[in-house]
């Protein structure tokens, strides 16, 4: 079992950065693979990126990538989410997400913090 807190979200203006934090609680958090997802307003939860338990691994979607950065700190037991040059279309609730499997956390993570806003203004 794992518990997942985000924070760091919140109003930034477009080129603008945001850095948001995901506290992972229980046991073996060294074992889960950690990832990043959104959802828009009116669309479907979309990946945005995945780091390996080994943190050896990272992936991003297209749409993110070069922009945002993935990172983890094992002894802190949190993921962090690096968000630079950000757009209008970034806007979204983000979401930490967590498995011991990399094909599921891609596809239905066992594990979903509650998540936190991000809003870009243009």
């Known amino acids: 079992q794992v518990q997942l807190v985000e924070s760091g979200g919140g109003l930034v203006q477009a080129g603008g950065s945001l850095t948001l934090s995901c506290a992972a609680s229980g046991r073996s958090f060294s074992t889960y693979n950690m990832g990043w997802f959104r959802q828009a307003p009116g669309k479907e939860r979309e990946f945005v990126a995945y780091i390996h338990r080994s943190g050896g691994t990272t992936y991003y979607a297209d749409s993110v990538k070069g922009r945002f950065t993935i990172s983890r700190d094992i002894a802190k037991n949190t993921v962090y989410l690096q968000m630079n040059r950000l757009k209008p279309e970034d806007t979204a609730v983000y979401y930490c997400?967590?498995?011991?499997?990399?094909?599921?956390?891609?596809?239905?993570?066992?594990?979903w913090g509650q998540g936190t806003q991000v809003t870009v203004s243009s």
């Open positions: 997400a967590a498995d011991q499997n990399l094909a599921r956390l891609r596809s239905d993570p066992g594990y």
